[in-house]
């Protein structure tokens, strides 16, 4: 099993930057692959981007292509959310996902992959 705890959330402006971490506990960090996800009020839980175990390979919502960057620590069992040029419909709470797999490579889009969430870290962007 593994713990997670997010962190970086915040408020800021439209245009601005906020970088997100996931430090994650309990088990060997490169056996699982890991994602981000976000729920805006009164809407579902959306997909935002996913990296493999090994980290070579990631993917992106179309909505956060270009402005988002995923990337992943295994010397410090955390992952990160870079979030540039944010805009007020990216507000949202953010949470990181955790599937545990064999698959060094592969990545990870739907919520239901995924064993292990976060508390979640509210991010707001104010227009």
């Known amino acids: 099993q593994v713990q997670l705890v997010e962190s970086g959330g915040g408020l800021v402006q439209a245009g601005g930057s906020l970088r997100l971490s996931c430090a994650a506990s309990?088990?060997?960090?490169?056996?699982?692959?890991m994602g981000w996800f976000r729920q805006a009020p009164g809407k579902e839980r959306e997909f935002v981007t996913a990296?493999?175990?090994?980290?070579?390979?990631?993917v992106y919502a179309d909505s956060v292509k270009g402005r988002f960057t995923i990337s992943r620590d295994n010397a410090k069992d955390t992952v990160y959310l870079q979030m540039n040029s944010l805009k007020p419909e990216d507000t949202a709470v953010y949470y990181c996902?955790?599937?545990?797999?064999?698959?060094?490579?592969?990545?990870?889009?739907?919520?239901?992959?995924?064993?292990?969430w976060g508390q979640g870290t509210q991010v707001t962007v104010s227009s």
């Open positions: 996902a955790a599937v545990l797999t064999g698959a060094y490579y592969i990545t990870y889009t739907s919520s239901y992959d995924y064993d292990y």
């Open positions: 309990g088990r060997t960090f490169s056996t699982y692959a």
């Open positions: 990296i493999s175990c090994s980290g070579d390979n990631t």
